[in-house]
């Protein structure tokens, strides 16, 4: 299980932190992933990382710009949000799998076992 929080309005420009904990697995086991789905648009892949850490993939619209890390102890991934644009406008989607992902795999959906529960982030002035 899932557990994603940490979203919320910020003005152009501001940072967001989106935090998503595990339960019931280790996240080590497998790689992580955030995407986020806009109205009217399909869900996309934002930002993937490896087990044990370390980012495989990044959608080229947030590179620069989003981060993706975790805390082993706590078994949570965080997303770090910065220079948010009113595209970034969303809801995001921690996901996980059991195994760790290479190629497509990596920003495709169906690849990942776990999901979270969404997180709403509104980005306008």
């Known amino acids: 299980q899932l557990q994603a929080s940490g979203g919320g309005s910020v003005q152009p420009g501001g940072s967001l932190r989106l935090s998503c904990a595990a339960s019931?697995?280790?996240?080590?086991?497998?790689?992580t992933a955030w995407f986020r789905q806009a109205p009217g648009k399909e869900r996309e892949a934002v930002i993937s990382?490896?087990?044990?850490?370390?980012?495989?993939y990044y959608e080229e619209s947030v590179k620069g710009r989003f981060t993706i890390s975790r805390d082993n102890a706590k078994n949570t991934v965080y997303l770090q949000m910065n220079s948010l644009k009113p595209e970034d406008t969303a809801v995001y989607y921690c996901?996980?799998?059991?195994?760790?992902?290479?190629?497509?795999?990596?920003?495709?959906?169906?690849?990942?076992?776990?999901w979270g529960q969404g997180t709403q982030v509104t980005v306008s002035s």
């Open positions: 019931g697995f280790t996240l080590n086991s497998g790689s």
């Open positions: 990382s490896r087990p044990y850490g370390g980012v495989t």
């Open positions: 996901a996980a799998s059991r195994r760790g992902l290479v190629g497509s795999l990596r920003y495709t959906a169906t690849s990942y076992d776990y």
